[in-house]
């Protein structure tokens, strides 16, 4: 029934039906950009050691997403705008992590 109403008010604005029916989810906390001449790869991966080496693992790549330059740039603005509503509603997010950190309980 849910999924008859999200097909009919897809057609009734013109947008295009969603099928998440084979859709995967995967975690990275890295990933790695390369530019071609035609188009822009994205790596994503996971690097069990992001903040300083404890486990003795390598960075593991295990997704690409290959997309056109213009494709890539609709991303970047779509993920600017998500960051900015983001941070609007819950505050800035701190990238560096000892500014993060909370002092040790005495």
Partial sequence: MAEEATQT?????????????????????????????AEIIVDFGLNANFFSPVLPEPLKLETRVVMSPDGAKRLAQALLNTIHNYEATYGVIELDIQKRRKPPAQ
Avoid: F, K, M, W
């Fill in 9 to 37: 008010g897809a057609q009734e604005n013109n947008s295009p039906a969603i099928d998440t029916q084979n859709l995967r989810t995967v975690y990275a906390n890295v990933c790695r950009i390369v530019p071609t001449p």
